[in-house]
């Protein structure tokens, strides 16, 4: 994924109202952007951080700017969640997430379920059930290279998840995917300890047959791209440096 045109940098003031943001442009001039994140940022909104902005040519846009990346001292933060299922599509056409390969057929925010979803990624092909692909950001890090997920209560996230296991029921196969979007990030768990009720369910997804991937994206201010799997670890501790003192 490149952007067109480039990304212009400036330093973070403050994100408020979840979807604006106040940053100094490289003149110095204060500017506001619009911030597409609906989640806590844990991390990802440090007052006087180096940003990354993307420009919209779209006259009926109040805010044509819009937050794409962040910096903070452990890495290179994509904030933009919509990124993550751009990231997922080209990731699966382009083979590098191989377990997803093989099929005819790839598309998007398809209507399913039980409760009125959409799915992010439907593949389908004659010779094998249908694969549903349900993508989701992942950029909280707590320490020692875990990231978690959801940064904050998810009912959204909760539904999703009963929604791949009645899928997965149906005989078809319901694929789970995090796209981790923060470059400290090396390994990924369920945020127990901020929302409990969606890490018993992605644990009885995964006994349901609920496939569970991770990849993480490369991420440069002018390209982002998935790079490389990354583990899931569903462990019943509240974060890495609990699970180290027991250790």
């Given at each position: 994924?490149?952007?067109?045109?480039?990304?212009?940098?400036?330093?973070?003031?403050?994100?408020?109202?979840?979807?604006?943001?106040?940053?100094?442009?490289?003149?110095?001039?204060?500017?506001?952007?619009?911030?597409?994140?609906?989640?806590?940022?844990?991390?990802?909104?440090?007052?006087?951080?180096?940003?990354?902005?993307?420009?919209?040519?779209?006259?009926?846009?109040?805010?044509?700017?819009?937050?794409?990346?962040?910096?903070?001292?452990?890495?290179?933060?994509?904030?933009?969640?919509?990124?993550?299922?751009?990231?997922?599509?080209?990731?699966?056409?382009?083979?590098?997430?191989?377990?997803?390969?093989?099929?005819?057929?790839?598309?998007?925010?398809?209507?399913?379920?039980?409760?009125?979803?959409?799915?992010?990624?439907?593949?389908?092909?004659?010779?094998?059930?249908?694969?549903?692909?349900?993508?989701?950001?992942?950029?909280?890090?707590?320490?020692?290279?875990?990231?978690?997920?959801?940064?904050?209560?998810?009912?959204?996230?909760?539904?999703?998840?009963?929604?791949?296991?009645?899928?997965?029921?149906?005989?078809?196969?319901?694929?789970?995917?995090?796209?981790?979007?923060?470059t400290g990030i090396t390994k990924v768990r369920p945020?127990a300890h901020i929302d409990a009720k969606y890490s018993?369910?992605?644990?009885?997804?995964?006994?349901?047959?609920?496939?569970?991937?991770?990849?993480?994206?490369?991420?440069?201010?002018?390209?982002?791209?998935?790079?490389?799997?990354?583990?899931?670890?569903?462990?019943?501790?509240?974060?890495?440096?609990?699970?180290?003192?027991?250790?």
């Amino acid at each position: 994924m490149k952007f067109t045109p480039p990304l212009q940098q400036g330093t973070l003031i403050k994100r408020y109202k979840r979807f604006l943001t106040d940053i100094y442009d490289e003149k110095g001039e204060q500017l506001t952007i619009h911030c597409p994140n609906t989640g806590a940022m844990t991390g990802c909104a440090i007052e006087g951080s180096r940003v990354w902005y993307s420009e919209s040519d779209n006259p009926k846009r109040k805010y044509p700017h819009t937050w794409e990346l962040a910096e903070n001292e452990h890495g290179v933060i994509c904030i933009n969640t919509q990124r993550a299922n751009q990231l997922a599509y080209e990731g699966i056409e382009q083979g590098v997430i191989h377990e997803l390969s093989g099929y005819s057929k790839l598309q998007r925010e398809v209507k399913y379920g039980e409760e009125n979803s959409r799915i992010d990624l439907l593949l389908s092909d004659e010779s094998r059930p249908p694969c549903y692909v349900e993508v989701k950001s992942c950029t909280l890090l707590e320490s020692d290279g875990c990231g978690y997920f959801p940064d904050a209560v998810s009912e959204r996230g909760q539904k999703h998840l009963r929604e791949l296991i009645h899928i997965k029921r149906q005989g078809n196969r319901a694929v789970l995917l995090f796209v981790v979007q923060h470059t400290g990030i090396t390994k990924v768990r369920p945020a127990a300890h901020i929302d409990a009720k969606y890490s018993t369910l992605i644990g009885e997804a995964e006994e349901q047959g609920v496939e569970i991937l991770c990849y993480r994206a490369h991420l440069e201010p002018g390209v982002l791209k998935l790079a490389q799997s990354v583990p899931f670890e569903r462990k019943n501790v509240n974060s890495c440096t609990d699970l180290a003192k027991k250790t």
